[in-house]
């Protein structure tokens, strides 16, 4: 069975740093490609960041670009999304997800997800 599991949200100050972690089960990151998404109340999903399954070749929305690391230990089968510099936009609830495909202009290609987990960026 297919789980991924988020931790590390919580609440941070402006220009704050969280990292967070996407635990997966019942497969490899050989498999299939990881993908982070958020959600904030009020609006849609979007893509924040995404790794690829077969060479870690990694994306970024633009909106987290330079802010956002995305990196993966595969002997842990873990994909961490490192956030520095939070601001109050990035409050939302972050989900990661593994799809067929690295895209973070669409939640299309991703199969599984994770429950989330909350991030709050205070002013």
């Known amino acids: 069975e297919v789980q991924l599991v988020e931790s590390g949200g919580g609440l941070v100050q402006a220009g704050g740093s969280l990292r967070l972690s996407c635990a997966a089960s019942?497969?490899?990151?050989?498999?299939?490609?990881i993908g982070w998404f958020r959600q904030a109340p009020g609006k849609e999903r979007e893509g924040v960041s995404c790794?690829?399954?077969?060479?870690?070749?990694?994306y970024y929305a633009d909106s987290v670009k330079g802010r956002f690391t995305i990196s993966s230990d595969n002997a842990k089968n873990t994909v961490y999304l490192q956030m520095n510099n939070l601001r109050p936009e990035d409050t939302a609830v972050y989900y990661c997800?593994?799809?067929?495909?690295?895209?973070?202009?669409?939640?299309?290609?991703?199969?599984?997800w994770g429950q989330g987990t909350q991030v709050t960026v205070s002013s």
């Open positions: 997800a593994a799809g067929i495909l690295c895209v973070v202009v669409s939640d299309g290609p991703y199969d599984y």
């Open positions: 019942g497969f490899t990151r050989d498999d299939y490609a």
């Open positions: 790794i690829r399954s077969s060479d870690d070749i990694t």
